[in-house]
């Protein structure tokens, strides 16, 4: 019992009865990723970080130097690291971005990549020198995607830079809708469940009095999840979510219920989620995400749950 107890507040997540979902990190930075001990990989490594701020792009040797930190911290794991999140809620200088009048609904993410070819192509060249000088399992992924055309001009751009693992985020509804078409033409999908609310619900993000449509528990987010989670299942690929949503102990055995294989969040997060994940069977999870697909609001899902 005691070694058992160990094991459950160290090690891979699971259910009680053995099925794995990874508990990854959210990271930063090279010093993020040292201190994720517990995780057993990073499921979103944010490249921003060393864009922010800046006048000028970083160029090759310094992006290098910066993705080889990670990796080298987390040697012999996984690591999922994110293209150039920029604009809306990450503007960066370089970019000259100013005058659009919604940034939320502008040229953010991905879309970047068709005015700017040359920032994606040099951070993906800078990414596969880094995976190339340690020994981690890199995943490359795009934020802000919408449509499979959009995935697969990513998927094609990864490969071209001799990059095998390539995916997107689905944070945006007309991409949860088409979770399995994408699934064709990427590897992964990895649910960002900040911007999914925000698009799906139509509420900012960063407008705190809008918190209760934010919530992760709106069974409407949860039926786009769960129709990411099919998706996963009927491909036998991977759906992680790396989201605020993926911190929340008691919403992680019904994200497994859902289909999702993996969970991604702040390092300190991690045990208790662990914990919660050990203590139900895979087919309570299932029966508690088809619950909360039934609730009614946030508060029944949360009380059909607890
Ligand atoms: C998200 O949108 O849920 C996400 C993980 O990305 P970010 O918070 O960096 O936009
Ligand atoms: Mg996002």
Redesign the pocket.
Known sequence: EAAKAIADSSGPGRTSDGHAVALLA?VGSGKDAVAATEAEGVG?F?TELLFLDRTREPGLDEQVAAYREVFAAMAGRRVVIRTL?AGA??PLPFLHQDGEPNPALGVRGLRIARQRPDVLTTQLAAIAQAAIQTDADVWVMA?MVSTVAEAAEFAAAVHAAGLPKAGV?I?VPAAALRAEKLLGVVDFLSI?????SQYTFAADRQVGTLAELLDPWQPALLQLIAACGAAGKATGKSVGV???AASDPALAPVLAGLGVTSLSMSARALPAVRASLAAHTLAECERLAAAVLDAEDPAQARKLVS
């Open positions: 959210n979103l944010r999140d809620d990450k934020p985020m944070e960002g469940t900040n911007d999914l790396c989201g605020e």
